[in-house]
Nanobody, 115 residues
């Protein structure tokens, strides 16, 4: 089992920044990929960014150039630096870990961007 706990969400004005954290614990060996997803009210959950164990990253087009995903393996923590936030970034942000053939999700953290 892998446990994921997100933190760092909150209310920010448009143009501002936030950094989300996702702390992993439990059976974290063999986690091959981690990622951030988000779900806005009335919409489906969507990919924001992913990072593999060797550091390769992938971003949704809507956040490229504004968001940066990273991970600190020593701290078992993944981050999402979000800059130049827009009102359309408002959502619950979830972290996900892929270990072997199982997916693990955190409970989410709310990000609200006021215009």
């Amino acid at each position: 089992q892998v446990q994921l706990v997100e933190s760092g969400g909150g209310l920010v004005q448009a143009g501002g920044s936030l950094r989300l954290s996702c702390a992993a614990s439990g059976s974290i060996r063999s986690i091959t990929r981690m990622g951030w997803y988000r779900q806005a009210p009335g919409k489906q959950r969507e990919l924001v960014a992913t990072i593999t164990s060797d550091g390769s990253t992938n971003y949704a087009e809507s956040v490229k150039g504004r968001f940066t995903i990273s991970r600190d393996n020593a701290k078992n923590t993944m981050y999402l630096q979000m800059n130049t936030l827009k009102s359309e970034d408002t959502a619950v942000y979830y972290c996900k870990a892929l270990r072997l053939w199982f997916e693990y999700w955190g409970q989410g953290t709310q990000v609200t961007v006021s215009s």
